[in-house]
């Protein structure tokens, strides 16, 4: 999705594209035959096996959502994902600018539920900041994890140099949690994080950006099928329609 202003209006900001991976390395001539041959293989897969979740398909990806953390009532029919980074400013953006509406709108009011799932790339502490996450969410529960998550985004600095740099640290984000929460409790997730980064909950998550296809943050699916419009209009569409469509 690409948070863009209803057209018409001049004054766009900057950030309306989506973060996606940088492409500026060239590979040498061997390896871009390696990569069309492991293509040709793949779509092959494809083809012939049925393999991999399209998002196209008419009822949506199948997806796993356990152990994911949530906001909204369990009751919704509506399920809607966000793949983010904590590094991505386009996140940050659509975290303050598009998600306010979408929670007063749709999640308070029980329409649906609104997953984050991590898709970490931009930078070592991106990954950090990610299994750090999940260790809240694993130690202290969705409520705090939730409130972290938001804070962490509202601390992320304006400045784009910041997205070279390594500033995400363990003490950073041990200090913004207890700030989200309590000293103790950012004490006891430290401790945690120590013996174990949860890494594997991370993974889980690329797991699922690979399987769905995501190559930039923030992207949105809606009941497992992708979000392709760029207002808070065009989501809202979508998540009715996919309302309608559940007998
Ligand atoms: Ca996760």
Redesign the pocket.
Known sequence: MAKQKPKGNSKSKPKTKNYVRNKNQRPSSWIFWVIGIIAIGIVFLLFVGNFGNKDDSNGGASIDYKN??YLGEESADVKVLEFGDYKCPVCKNFNETLFPEIEKDLIQTGKIKFYF??YPFINVDSRRSAQFA?TV?SELGNDSFWKFHELLYKKQPADQEAEKQDIFTVDFLVKTLAEATSNKDAQKVKKAFNQSNHDE??K??EALVSKLGVQSTPTLFVNGKRFEGSTYGDLKKQVEEASKGKN
Do not use: L
Request: charged residues 40%; without cysteine; hydrophobic residues 20%.
């Open positions: 994911q953390p799932i991590n999940e969410y909950d991370v889980k998550d």
